[in-house]
């Protein structure tokens, strides 16, 4: 069945080529699209196809996979000048996997609509390994016939797929949920390991204790081996919780509803990124300290911290 599927990953950064990779392992016919002309030759090493814009994928694929950063370039890689809703066939259809406010999914997908193509509302979680392993949870809402017509490329690329609701906007607002707890828990993490080494207490040994006691996270577990390696190389950056926390924030201000926690770790992030950091890893929200306290960091490989 794969065999007579074809699906195009428009946005081939860390997570967007991982999808393409699981495509290409299950012998689905893949193409790429991605504004950095460099990866081209990565996707054909692995036997997918480049297309030149947005449209040259859309009119080549039956799903088509979008991965880039908001709404905003979602929507420009969809409906703006060589967009591939204005190549895709009628009864195809869009995972719009970037994390965006709920109204927004809802807007897209019915702009799709309103072309004859079905829209699966697919945030991801798991990251660049889950993506390369075909094991991304996927948040999903939408009609039952786009996840009807997607299903031989949602088998290849996720681990779980969580079919939320009929309606778009539904997979937006849990990732919205998502991307609070991750945001606040990266942050947590940070202060914690800062207030560690301030008051003596060796990382590696505050990340062993911890990483086996009740305060550990899936957060603190992953990314603070990032910050003993001095390792700042971003898997997901400073920058995308700016963005990430920000929408959470604007969807408590759109229910009246009160967000604290969330509001003081996007202070964090956004001081890490007013700071310089914005590009390199989100662990580098540690680095707020190490400039606010003067404490020091693990270094990394060549004997910087970043």
């Known amino acids: 069945m794969t065999e007579s599927i ?16 699981s495509l290409r392992r299950a012998g689905i016919e893949t193409w790429g ?14 036997g997918g196809h480049w297309a030149t814009s947005p449209w040259e994928l859309g009119k080549n694929v039956d799903v088509a996979i979008v991965l880039v950063v908001n709404a905003e370039q979602t929507r420009s890689v969809l409906f703006a000048d060589a967009g591939a809703a204005e190549s895709m066939a009628a009864d195809s259809v869009v995972i719009a996997s970037a994390t965006v ?15 004859g193509i079905h829209m699966i509302d697919g945030p991801v979680s798991g990251g660049a390994v889950g ?11 939408g009609p039952d016939i786009a996840f009807d017509l997607a299903q031989p490329v949602l088998d290849v690329i996720a681990k ?3 079919r939320l609701g009929t309606a778009h906007g539904i997979g937006a607002s849990v990732k919205t949920i998502n991307q609070l707890l991750a945001g606040v828990h990266i942050a947590a993490a940070c202060e914690a390991m800062a207030l560690g080494v301030r008051a003596g207490v060796d990382p590696h040994t505050l990340y062993e204790v911890i990483s086996n006691s009740a305060g550990a ?3 603190f577990n ?16 400073v920058d995308i919780f700016v963005k990430d926390l920000g929408i959470v924030l604007e969807t408590g201000k759109r229910h009246t509803f009160p967000l604290p926690l969330t509001a003081a770790a996007h202070q964090q992030f956004l001081a890490a990124a007013a700071a310089g950091l914005g590009r390199e ?7 707020v300290f190490q400039k606010l306290a003067g404490i020091e960091l693990p270094e990394g490989p060549e004997g910087k911290d970043g």
Do not use: F
Not at 33 to 46: A, F, G, K, P
Not at 131 to 137: F, I, K, V
């Open 160 to 162: 779980k797929v969580y």
């Open 131 to 141: 993506a390369n392993a075909g094991e991304l949870s996927i948040m999903a809402s």
């Open 33 to 46: 699209c991605d504004v950095v002309d460099t990866r081209r030759s990565e996707l054909e090493e692995i």
């Open 101 to 115: 406010p709920a109204a927004d999914a809802v807007a897209i997908g019915q702009d799709l609509a309103d072309r």
């Open 281 to 287: 890893d989100d662990s580098a929200v540690i680095k």
């Open 6 to 21: 074809s699906a195009g990953v428009i946005g081939l950064g860390s997570m967007g080529m991982g999808v393409a990779r």
């Open 222 to 237: 992953n990314r603070v081996p990032h910050i003993l390696d001095g390792d700042y190389a971003p898997k997901s950056a």
């Open 217 to 219: 996270s899936w957060m």
